[in-house]
T-cell receptor, first 115, second 112 residues
Framework: GQNIDQPTEMTATEGAIVQINCTYQ??????LFWYQQHAGEAPTFLSY????GLEEKGRFSSFLSRSKGYSYLLLKELQMKDSASYLC????????????????FGKGTRLSVIA | DTEVTQTPKHLVMGMTNKKSLKCEQH?????MYWYKQKAKKPPELMFV???????INESVPSRFSPECPNSSLLNLHLHALQPEDSALYLC???????????FGPGTRLTVT
């Protein structure tokens, strides 16, 4: 089975740093993704980790520990426009004849950035 | 062109209607996906097509019928839907063994 856990809601102040955690137990692992989704809009890709360690991309960083089944997304210098849902998704192994391994999404963390 | 387009943006249909959702991409991606997303919930995978062949059907009821007429187009045919099928339907595409999925803006479906 697939299980991906992340906090439901978080609130942080403009200009601050926030860390959104994600833990997973999946049948196999082939990469972890973070997506941002504003209300009523499609998810947009933020980051991808397949090896342990930190990936930095501007104000956003993502960390992965495969042995712990754990990842976090770090957002620095928060801006009001960062208020959105952040989805953790794992590329798990599913039985397909094509070799395609689609994403399994967590429930998402709704981040509110306040002044 | 790094865009996935979906039409229509909004759709209201009765339980006896037949309608279709359309998705198009011109990025040369050979994997295309349909997801269903209810309010304040994550996207749930419905179908995956790889090289225009259905590779995954996540136990979706037969009132949803996908079709991939060519490598750029993905349709979702709807028939005899229930009010609980009201949701945002997202299409996505990717290279078959690549990491990043590109999502379309979605079709917001309301079944009355």
């Amino acid at each position: 089975g697939q299980n991906i856990d992340q906090p439901t809601e978080m609130t942080a102040t403009e200009g601050a740093i926030v860390q959104i955690n994600c833990t997973y137990q999946t049948s196999g692992f082939n990469g972890l993704f973070w997506y941002q989704q504003h209300a009523g809009e499609a998810p947009t890709f933020l980051s991808y980790n397949v090896l342990d360690g930190l990936e930095e991309k501007g104000r956003f960083s993502s960390f992965l520990s495969r042995s712990k089944g754990y990842s976090y997304l770090l957002l620095k210098e928060l801006q009001m426009k960062d208020s959105a849902s952040y989805l953790c998704a794992v590329r798990a192994y599913l039985t397909t004849y094509s070799g395609n391994t689609p994403l399994v999404f967590g429930k998402g963390t709704r981040l509110s950035v306040i002044a | 062109d790094t865009e996935v387009t979906q039409t229509p943006k909004h759709l209201v249909m009765g339980m006896t209607n037949k309608k279709s959702l359309k998705c198009e991409q011109h990025m040369g991606h050979r994997a295309m996906y349909w997801y269903k997303q209810k309010a304040k919930k994550p996207p749930e995978l419905m179908f995956v097509y790889s090289y225009e062949k259905l590779s995954i059907n996540e136990s979706v009821p037969s009132r949803f019928s996908p079709e991939c007429p060519n490598s750029s187009l993905l349709n979702l045919h709807l028939h005899a839907l229930q009010p609980e099928d009201s949701a945002l339907y997202l299409c996505a595409s990717s290279q078959v063994r690549e990491n990043e999925q590109y999502f379309g803006p979605g079709t917001r479906l309301t079944v009355t």
